[in-house]
């Protein structure tokens, strides 16, 4: 039985893998279509989208959204409206796939947690990276103690120069600026490994154009076994997102970020892995792999517990705003757009 979703949101570049998976697999999920607030929004999303079953149907209200017969919303708004989606579709039985950052107000997401676990609703964060081949690839060999007592993360995750326009005032809006929008995608993959920080240690600079928001970031996590660190910029020239996990056993180099690049260097020979040597263990995705949305549709129709649970997901976000120097739970820097 297909997955009937919808989009709650259209504004973030994220929604087209949603629209990619639905159109390539039309027995698995049905798009049934989005609400966005903002005209332009629909206009650019439609022509992008008009090679995948375009054009996408277009809800005229949220109201229209929660009556429909979707099962679950995507959640692709800006960061700030979108705990108030992801509510919203939770009172109406809907279950969620949130885009990340877990939006700007921490009180509410962990309000929602409880609320999607009284109700027996999934609220899952959409991750892009969980289901990655490759790093699935790495935190399976990390997890299995392959790599040793992780002692170090690196994790370097810019947005190009070119995009600084366009998102500039985006950043402004929160504490943390580029790096609340973008770090959690590392985090996520840090906590996984290495545990909810203990100390987090910051470097928030404001280092490009009218020098109004956090656009250069190094932040510093003490964790209990060793340090991880996360930085990122809103002005790279030549994008080389990458990973390193460094390990007392070995090393796993994941780079560029989101390819199915992977390089292991192990002390002893784990799993087909010889020792000794770099190895070339790039993965590419199968047509079989989980992604966000089948891993949202395992966990309804099979009771499947979630791989990545409610109290990972409020670390990561806790994680998140320690790093952007927020004590109170709230993101927000000023007012947003209306």
């Known amino acids: 039985m297909r997955l009937k979703f919808a989009f709650l949101g259209?504004?973030?570049?994220?929604?087209?893998?949603?629209?990619?998976?639905?159109?390539?697999?039309?027995?698995?999920?049905?798009?049934?279509?989005?609400?966005?607030?903002?005209?332009?929004?629909?206009?650019?999303?439609?022509?992008?989208?008009?090679?995948?079953?375009?054009?996408?149907?277009?809800?005229?209200?949220?109201?229209?959204?929660?009556?429909?017969?979707?099962?679950?919303?995507?959640?692709?708004?800006?960061?700030?409206?979108?705990?108030?989606?992801?509510?919203?579709?939770?009172?109406?039985?809907?279950?969620?796939?949130?885009?990340?950052?877990?939006?700007?107000?921490?009180?509410?997401?962990?309000?929602?947690?409880?609320?999607?676990?009284?109700?027996?609703?999934?609220?899952?964060?959409?991750?892009?990276?969980?289901?990655?081949?490759?790093?699935?690839?790495?935190?399976?060999?990390?997890?299995?103690?392959?790599?040793?007592?992780?002692y170090q993360f690196r994790g370097h995750i810019p947005k190009p120069m070119g995009w600084h326009p366009q998102l500039a005032e985006e950043f402004t809006v929160y504490h943390g600026g580029v790096y609340f929008e973008m770090a959690g995608h590392l985090l996520d993959l840090m906590v996984t490994m290495m545990g909810e920080p203990l100390r987090v240690h910051s470097a928030l600079a404001c280092h490009y154009g009218d020098r109004s928001e956090v656009d250069n970031a190094v932040v510093v996590h003490e964790c209990r076994d060793g340090l991880g660190t996360v930085d990122t910029t809103a002005m790279q020239i030549g994008m080389d997102r990458r990973l390193e996990v460094h390990g007392t056993a070995g090393t796993a180099l994941h780079e560029p970020l989101g390819s199915d690049g992977l390089r292991v260097f192990l002390k002893s020979p784990v799993d087909g892995y010889p020792a000794g040597e770099w190895v070339t263990a790039d993965r590419a995705r199968g047509e079989t792999d989980p992604t966000l949305l089948r891993e949202l549709a395992a966990c309804i129709r099979g009771g499947k517990e979630p791989d990545y649970g409610a109290d990972h997901d409020l670390a990561v976000q806790r994680t998140l705003l320690a790093g952007c120097g927020i004590s109170d739970g709230n993101a927000l820097r000023k007012e947003p757009p209306s």
Do not use: T
């Open 10 to 150: 259209a504004w973030h570049s994220h929604a087209s893998m949603h629209v990619e998976e639905a159109h390539r697999r039309p027995d698995e999920f049905e798009l049934l279509g989005m609400y966005d607030p903002d005209d332009e929004v629909i206009a650019r999303r439609q022509e992008r989208w008009a090679g995948q079953g375009g054009p996408l149907p277009v809800f005229p209200s949220v109201e229209a959204v929660l009556a429909s017969d979707a099962e679950a919303v995507v959640v692709e708004g800006h960061v700030y409206q979108n705990l108030d989606y992801a509510e919203a579709a939770l009172r109406a039985g809907k279950h969620v796939l949130l885009e990340k950052p877990a939006g700007v107000d921490l009180a509410q997401f962990s309000r929602l947690q409880d609320l999607a676990a009284q109700a027996g609703l999934q609220l899952h964060l959409a991750y892009m990276w969980r289901y990655n081949a490759a790093v699935r690839e790495l935190l399976r060999l990390a997890a299995a103690g392959a790599l040793g007592q992780v």
